[in-house]
């Protein structure tokens, strides 16, 4: 069965389809992707960090900051991973409900989702003598109609059926990757004082980098993201360490 934009494609005539097939524009789609690799990746690196800072600032050994930072990772990891599967799942459910409701509505009351349409193009400066066949039009295409409802009037998209166990494992890999950066210092360093030394340094620059390149996919300025990202990670930090001596004095 042929998918939404094959169908388009079909019905477009030989000169329209020559001038696209010969036009690539060159869009970045891979935004959930990114988005799960971000909320992974930045709580892996920012959480265990501070952990591994606050049980070094207690005077916790090495060997007990490392088992303690896995044992978090281990519990972050899938705690992240099931609030993502839980998300999608969550949107995947509200999407499925609004189609079945516009569908109802499509069949009880059609001339006023007609009127919907008609409101929809309106709002675009189409003129009613221009809107009124593309109204009729979609009218005839019930599938085509409930489609545009659903992007247009309700500005949902169809959710990709795999998306919930996706999203899952995104931000849980990313999240031990992340969680892993702070506390490599601590399997080299049998003191945890200068374990947490190299450890800041390691993680801050993880920070400046991760923070850089979220700025560059997310077309915010790279520069001043990786500056506030590593921030966050050095004021949590701080604030654990911070916090452990002051209660063990």
């Known amino acids: 069965m042929a998918n939404p934009q094959e169908q388009r494609s079909n019905n477009l005539d030989p000169e329209k389809q020559s001038l696209l097939n010969h036009h690539k524009e060159k869009h970045f789609t891979a935004g959930e992707i990114v ?22 600032g207690a005077n916790a050994t090495s ?39 516009e569908q109802e509505e499509i069949v009880a009351v059609p001339e006023t989702e007609a009127a919907e349409v008609a409101e929809i193009l ?49 931000i849980a890999v990313a999240y031990i990757l992340g969680g892993m950066v702070p506390l490599i210092p601590y399997w080299f360093i049998p003191n945890a004082s200068e374990a947490v030394v190299a450890s800041v340094i390691v993680t801050l620059a ?6 850089y390149a979220k700025g560059y996919f997310t077309g915010n300025r790279p520069f001043m993201s990786a500056i506030q990202t590593a921030l966050i990670g050095a004021v949590a930090s701080a604030a654990a360490y911070g916090m452990a001596k002051a209660i063990q004095h």
Do not use: C
């Not at 490392?66 to 995947?92: C, D, N, P, R, W």
């Open 35 to 56: 988005r799960d690799i971000i909320i992974g990746v930045s709580d892996g690196l920012t959480v265990p960090f501070a952990l591994a800072a606050g049980l070094s």
């Open 63 to 101: 060997s007990i900051v490392l088992t303690a930072g896995i044992a978090e990772v281990a519990a972050g990891a899938i705690s992240m991973g099931l609030g993502g599967f839980l998300a999608a799942k969550s949107e995947a459910d509200h999407y499925h409900k609004e189609l079945r409701r």
């Open 122 to 170: 309106a709002e675009y400066g189409i003129e009613p003598h221009e809107y009124t066949p593309v109204v009729n039009a979609l009218r005839r295409k019930p599938q085509a109609w409930l489609d545009f409802m659903m992007k247009f009037e309700l500005g949902l998209e169809k959710p990709d059926p795999r998306r919930a166990l996706h999203s899952a494992l995104t």
């Open 206 to 211: 993880a920070l400046l980098i991760f923070g």
